[in-house]
């Protein structure tokens, strides 16, 4: 049994601390937060204790792991306290929303290597895994072109999008890591655009709500991502890629498979209403394979420095946008 | 140039009429209904000659075939005539109402053999053609159990009905000409049910308008046929083939590809409205094949033994529906 | 919480121990098994009690309800035992293989009432779920026919097969409480037919593989099954009610919704490998349907009297196929 | 009857000689081609006159209508004379590489009107136009993203490439008409990038065969479109409109509805094998609109203007491309 100990108990905590009491292989060991009656609510649940401090996890001789879901601001140092402490460390992505410090930590992370893992969990959505495979099994021949879409069914808080970074390192990042991850290779350059079409509060937040990007890879391929935080229709997220020989996709996921035929028109059941029950189940899948990892298994995951690339596409993407031109990405190393 | 002498002009004749006059092969000589003004109608448009009577266009030197999509009534006479006259014949099904002319005619036909094809124009849908191919080809492995629906979008009219020797002789027929197509095999007993379940005047009429039937054959393999004689979504008529070693199925054909996402649905375009606008096609690709075979080429078509089975099978399954009992079928051959 | 005792700790058993003890509102008290051994695994692996006896079980007073998912030759006697500890029980179908102890057991609970759900679960699938509500919302308008097909991917083993009753008890049974519970009605006449294509043994053990049946109720309207005890392509379930204004249809789920497009083809994901990977998430629904009963909700199962007509459907089926002739379905009641 | 002169008797040529020959209410009066061989056997084939040159076309009394399916380098000066001759006309795209001359033939249709159609005939699509129709009934709200796919299963071969002016004015144009036509509205800017990846002679004759395009409108929407010389797969076109209140999308079309489910695959039929396959049935309903809009119903076809505008996108693009920025569109206007 791997003992884990929980920082964050909020929404996707309790989605954490939950998969983590019923993993038949981990144990809720600590929770932190500090809204301290949350953290107790849940420690309460799984019969696990409550931390007061991040030091009395790094110090516990009963923590084999650990799991950072609270909130941005914390991971940095928490990582930084997990390295310290040798804790193999499951991170909720980005890493930190100042460049400088994601360097900082990549690089003590360098120098005192231990297991990293951040939260990309769309890698184990089964149909987009299912894609990669067969990409990587040649089934479409050489990669041509990749083409992504994520759409949200409705936007964060205006609050949040003020403090988000904006689309692209908040929403568009997990394609970003997809797209390195399915195609084994990173993009060279990028162009984006994109416009602010449903709510003026998030242009006057100086953010766009709809937008479009190419990326290009040294060897030709071709990417376009385009995300949009609202639809009418619930959360569609999907994947193509355009070989030589083949196409693959992961496509849309019905809630339910039924139809009702009725005049002139089939009438399916349509998306998930939102993000979360469209990707509910990766959440499990990823624990799943960090904890397979620490018992010596493939490190099947994103790593640091993965979560580090896609947040280096983010940022040029961020900067093609303001300046509508495209950009050269450029992929900084720890020494 | 094949050149066709058409018997009927009503709705079906005009369908076969403009397809000789528009077939690369084929050129529309003559026509021939009671309905002069009909004929003339047709004849005219496509610079062909009104006949006067059948026995003119027996004795004409300029026809090569002849195509018969006059009432059902006059098929066996017409067919004799053109047993008679050595003309090669496209018949619509069926070859007659009463089983003891239908067998007079085939024993001619055995006796003076010419090429008939009786126009069981399914076969010749594409759907159903690769299917079947499918399943020659060994695709689905031993054939274990068939299963069709025949569904019109609407009843014919209460006149029609009556006249019509009930649902089996009438809407099945197609049906078990497939069954025994696609099969290469004759099922050995049927056992059929039905409900009047939409209007009082066809049960008042002896008939059903909702109906299944089981068919099995000698060699262990099951067939279901169900029918309806109305559905609120167009016109649907299914096959599947189930094997020892997967399925085949010639599904729904949506009239477009066009799909809308909104709220909790998608929401597709459904089927055609009826069963013409779903069947069009095949009635140039059966022609095609008449010629094809006239040519020279491989009689990959409805023969008038075809037809005869055809019929041998809705006998029994009325006769089952009537007694409520499995009904061996017993297959006459001409002397 | 509601706190259960577990008859059976064998391949089913496990998955509702497992259910048990991680719905959040149940707990696994005790696990009673003839093979202590595994009633040992499992309790330990939650921290359960192991029972020596069913009567131990009986007299316990942390008992709030049972669930008996131990062999069905045992199911009889641990639901009398049920009835009279008045714990609410949640059984596997089916009762008993014999239709007078069947009959003894509904009697008993009818004088002495305690909840009592048995477990078909297919009840709680969501797309057949979706399925009977759009058909209880008169979204097909007047129900005229239903088919089903129940398609097993491999057969159980020879030795099981001699004991089960027969494909329409043990396989089709299911499909008999689908019926009935879609269609808010039971039928009046069933016609069944089958054939050994598979296995000669299965022929010999006086069984079918290979069978359809047809049902005919008292409005009229009409229901097809087809069985199969094995596929070339995972476990197919499928459901389909046509109505007087459309058809709804519970579809085949694939495994995933990943697509290749190669050649002149359209390779995509297939079916689940077995039933239990298809319907393993009914389980759990099932349970919880269970459990919000007993805390006062609706009780939204299949009852006792509902396995009775299950099983009675199931035994006229089996005379019909043995008889090769349609049979009446008398519906006994408790006095 | 609407008595047509038609030029070119090369490929596209016989096609539309054969629909104008077979359409209703059109007659095929006069075929011209330099090679007189071709437009011989194609006016005997229908009775039609082989035209010794253009201007015995227009100096003809029994021509009505003229269609150009001659090479691009005679379009100008054909459109020139069928202006000068008031013949209304149906030309195929595009109206000529040399913008100069495109402007100088908008300049001369608007200083004499007649009516003109340009070739754009996806717009008949029967799907795409279902498309469109949804989005100007509103059913997706406003319009925020277009996006498109246009992917040829071969590339024509260099020697055509080499004059085609590249990808964006031989292929993607027909998008480009698509786009503005769905949209009722042009694009403001585009964004073009693209590689040689199948074949180093496209590169070495100046073009790409794999690119990507954003397009940006005035109000903010963005469209994207990806095009590629090859598939593995087939032809690949496609639309999806995304809007504030839902998606429509014109999806693949099958070449048939028939699957096969073996083993862990569900095997359906593909694409057609190419752009003809695929679009085949819009050629007679493009003349059949035609005919139309001569008869005085509505000209629901792209005009001239509605050529210009393609082509002055296309011309947008190739410059982005070359210089891997985006370009505003400007859009001149005749005088």
Redesign the interface.
């Known amino acids: 049994m791997i003992r884990f100990a929980l920082f964050g108990a909020g929404f996707i905590g309790k989605v954490h601390g939950v998969n983590i009491a019923?993993h038949p292989r981990t144990k809720l060991q600590y929770v932190y937060d500090i809204n301290t009656a949350a953290a107790t609510e849940l420690a309460n649940r799984f019969g696990a204790k409550v931390a007061s401090s991040a030091e009395e996890i790094w110090a516990a001789n009963d923590v084999d792991a650990v799991l950072i879901a609270s909130s941005t601001n914390t991971h940095a140092d928490l990582l930084s306290g997990a390295i310290k402490a040798r804790k193999p460390t499951y991170c909720e992505k980005p890493i930190d929303m100042d460049m400088n410090r994601v360097k900082a930590v990549v690089q003590e992370a360098h120098n005192n290597p231990v297991p990293i893992m951040m939260g990309f969990s769309r890698r184990f959505d089964?149909?987009h895994r299912?894609?990669r495979k067969?990409v990587q099994n040649g089934?479409?021949?050489?990669v041509?072109?990749i083409?992504m879409?994520c759409?949200s069914s409705a936007p964060p808080p205006i609050s949040y999008i003020k403090v988000s970074g904006g689309q692209f390192r908040d929403q568009t990042i997990h394609m970003f890591d997809l797209l390195c991850w399915i195609a084994n290779d990173a993009p060279a350059e990028v162009?984006a655009?994109?416009?602010?079409?449903?709510d003026p509060a998030i242009a006057e937040a100086g953010d766009v709500d709809?937008?479009?990007l190419?990326l290009?890879f040294a060897d030709?391929?071709?990417c376009?991502i385009?995300n949009?935080r609202?639809?009418?229709?619930?959360y569609?997220e999907r994947i193509e890629v355009?070989?030589?020989?083949?196409?693959?996709?992961?496509?849309?996921?019905?809630?339910?498979?039924?139809?009702?035929?009725?005049?002139?028109?089939?009438?399916?059941?349509?998306?998930h209403?939102g993000w979360f029950e469209r990707m509910e189940p990766t959440f499990m899948l990823a624990l799943d394979a960090f904890v397979t990892a620490l018992e010596g298994g493939e490190a099947d995951y994103a790593t640091l420095m993965d979560g580090l690339r896609a947040q280096t596409i983010a940022e040029a993407a961020t900067e093609s946008l303001h300046k509508?031109?495209?950009v050269k990405i450029e992929y900084w190393q720890p020494a």
Chains 1, 2, 3, 4 share one sequence.
């Open positions: 019923t089964p149909n299912a894609l067969a089934e479409v021949g050489v041509e072109m083409t879409c759409r162009y655009t994109g416009s602010s079409m449903m709809t937008s479009m190419i290009k030709g391929k071709l376009y385009d949009s609202h639809t009418g229709y619930g569609d355009f070989g030589s020989q083949g196409l693959v996709e992961s496509r849309r996921k019905p809630v339910r498979e039924v139809s009702l035929y009725k005049g002139a028109k089939q009438i399916d059941e349509g998306l209403p509508n031109a495209p």
